[in-house]
Every structure is written in structure tokens, then in C-alpha cells.
């Protein structure tokens, strides 16, 4: 299986092919592209070097799956150019998430929705992500009517230029700046542009997309999203009012068997997740469940998860594992 990553040298296309690697997907021709600059590098995958190839290349080469992750701008130039020619599309962008006509898909909560026509899919933000794949098997049993989220979010959603200058900031080095103030002993309440609404693009991806991977229009979310100086995942404070009343043992036990999900909820001894302990997993991990006191049917929980893991790579691979697995790659 000829397998392509679009954006092959970047921080989420490095940790693709780690990935891939690791799951073991059946790669018989990796085939590394990215930008013009880029082209005749070496990337090494499972101890072979791969020369990074441009587009053409790649298209012409006919890998059975591209794994996009380039930035929107050359998603939406590029997957219909592979689409055009057979390829199956996954794109790490926001550019097709919120397109009718494309599926955005976390495999835990609604891979079943893809079939073999589908040649451009979606993966979803990566706080999204991690926050639906606890929302659904809640939402099965208990209805969701609302959700208020708070993020934490991890230094490298932004890029390896975000990290510089958090290890810049450390060690007192002038450097390129990621972001309009130090990010150092500091927390930035906003995470991409500002809209009309004033709410920023990342916090209404996370109230759009998780209305369209669960499929239930009457979800709300709220969110507000904020960057911090830390690596290893993005954390999560979520509020969920619920149609019906839960237990919660039983909310503990939906989730210790939910997909994707491992609970980490004994405060009597410290245990609760965190970034520093969810860096380089896949899975999701959520603790502090607790009843909220001040209304009825409503939980508070902590979610937090490996962005460039299950928020991004992961969460891709997965894709193409679940279409290899249903024959429609």
C-alpha cells in the first residue's frame, strides 16, 4: 500500500509518520510531500529514507491514501487534485470541515459513516476531537443539551515556531515570535483570528464540529479557548448539562469502557490527567467527574489528550486503519 503525507516535514506530518509507524499500517511505499523548498530532503521512516517528492509526484506515483497536513490553503488547492485521480484524501485542515458534502470524522464516534465515495474526509480540530470522544457515549445514554468548555491548550498546536519561542522565553534568548505577547508565566485567551461574534475561529470550530460528528443539531456548546506555556496535550474544563439524570459510577463505568477513553478519577490519591502524563498516547484521558451543585443534570469533568496524537495524527491514522479495515481504500 502506497501511502502519501502532504506536509511530510512539519511538526503533525513528522508525528504522522511516527505514527504510522508505530500502528504498524501496512506501508509498502511511503512517499513524503511537501512545499517546493522541502523537495529532495530525506525523511526516514521505519529505518528507510524516503526522498520528500512535490505534488505531481505524488499523484502520479498513485498512493491508495494521502494524509494531509499543510495548512488550508494548499487542502483546498491540492485534495481535489488527488481526489480527481483516485486518492483518498484525509485532511488534517480546517478547510473541509465544515463542508456539507465532506464527513468529518472521529473514529470512536461515527466512522460508520464513510463509504467508498468518499475521496476527501475530514479530521477535526484537535480540542474537538478529544472533547467528543467523551461527549458521545454520554450523550447516548444521557442527552446532551449544553456544553461549556474552557481550554488549556498546548504550545505545539500552534507550531514548531510556538515552541522556539516558549524554550526562547526560557532560557532569556530574543526570538521569532508565535504570538503577539510572551507566552512564558503567561496565558493567551485567544487561539486563532477573532470573528464578528467576538468568539475566536478555535472557539466556534469547537461549537460547529461537535454538532456535526455527533449529528444532533440541539447540542450548544460555548467554548473559550486559551493557549499555555506547556507541551504534551491540550487540557479541557468542561461543564455538560444533560436532558436526563446520571449516576456517577455509572458515568465512570460508560466511560472505562468507551473507546479511546481511559478514566483517571481518584482525587483521594492524586490521580487525575494531565499533559505532561498524556504526551505521546493516543488515547483520550478524562478525571475530576463530578456533579455540578449549582443545577440539575449536569456534569463538570476534565478532558485532556496528545494534540499532535489523537488531536491530529492519531486521529487520522485511525481514518485510514478503519477504510482498510472495511475494504474501501
Given at each position: 500500500?502506497?501511502?502519501?503525507?502532504?506536509g511530510a516535514t512539519g511538526l503533525v506530518g513528522s508525528k504522522m509518520l511516527q505514527v504510522l509507524a508505530e500502528r504498524n499500517f501496512p506501508v509498502t511505499e511511503l512517499i513524503p510531500v511537501a512545499s517546493e523548498r522541502s523537495i529532495g530532503k530525506e525523511v526516514d521512516f521505519k529505518g528507510t529514507k524516503y526522498k520528500v517528492v512535490g505534488w505531481q509526484d505524488a499523484i502520479a506515483a498513485k498512493p491508495a491514501v494521502a494524509i494531509f497536513s499543510a495548512g488550508g490553503g494548499t487542502s483546498l488547492e491540492l485534495a481535489p487534485k488527488f481526489a480527481e485521480a483516485g486518492i483518498t484524501v484525509i485532511d488534517n485542515s480546517s478547510a473541509w470541515r465544515m463542508d456539507p458534502t465532506k464527513?468529518?470524522?472521529v473514529p470512536e464516534v461515527n466512522a460508520d459513516v464513510l463509504t467508498a465515495a468518499d475521496k476527501i474526509i475530514a479530521n477535526p480540530n484537535c480540542s474537538t476531537i478529544q472533547m467528543v470522544v467523551v461527549l458521545k457515549p454520554l450523550h447516548e445514554k444521557y442527552k446532551i443539551k449544553r456544553v461549556v468548555v474552557s481550554t488549556y491548550q498546548s504550545v505545539t498546536g500552534t507550531g514548531v515556531k510556538a515552541v522556539d519561542q516558549l524554550m526562547n522565553e526560557r532560557k532569556g534568548v530574543q526570538g521569532e515570535m508565535a504570538y503577539k505577547y510572551p507566552i512564558d508565566l503567561n496565558a493567551i485567551p485567544q487561539?486563532?483570528?477573532?470573528?464578528?461574534?467576538?468568539?475566536?475561529?478555535?472557539?466556534?470550530?469547537?461549537?460547529n464540529e461537535t454538532v456535526k460528528i455527533i449529528g444532533d443539531a440541539n447540542i450548544k456548546v460555548t467554548a473559550t479557548t486559551v493557549r499555555i506555556p506547556v507541551m504534551g496535550?491540550?487540557?479541557e474544563s468542561v461543564n455538560i448539562e444533560f436532558e436526563n439524570d446520571f449516576d456517577l459510577a455509572e458515568v465512570r463505568e460508560l466511560l472505562s469502557k468507551a473507546p479511546g477513553v481511559v478514566v483517571q478519577d481518584d482525587v483521594a490519591n492524586f490521580i487525575y490527567p494531565m499533559p505532561l502524563t498524556a504526551h505521546e498516547k493516543d488515547e483520550t484521558f478524562v478525571?475530576?467527574?463530578?456533579r455540578d451543585e449549582t443545577q440539575p443534570n449536569t456534569l463538570n469533568c476534565w478532558i485532556v489528550s496528545d494534540n499532535l496524537r489523537k488531536g491530529a495524527a492519531t486521529n487520522a491514522v485511525q481514518i485510514a486503519e478503519y477504510l482498510l479495515g472495511k475494504g474501501l481504500l
Open positions: 500500500m502506497k501511502v502519501a503525507v502532504v464527513k468529518l470524522v487561539i486563532d483570528v477573532f470573528l464578528d461574534n467576538g468568539y475566536t475561529k478555535e472557539e466556534m470550530k469547537m461549537t496535550g491540550h487540557s478525571g475530576r467527574i463530578r
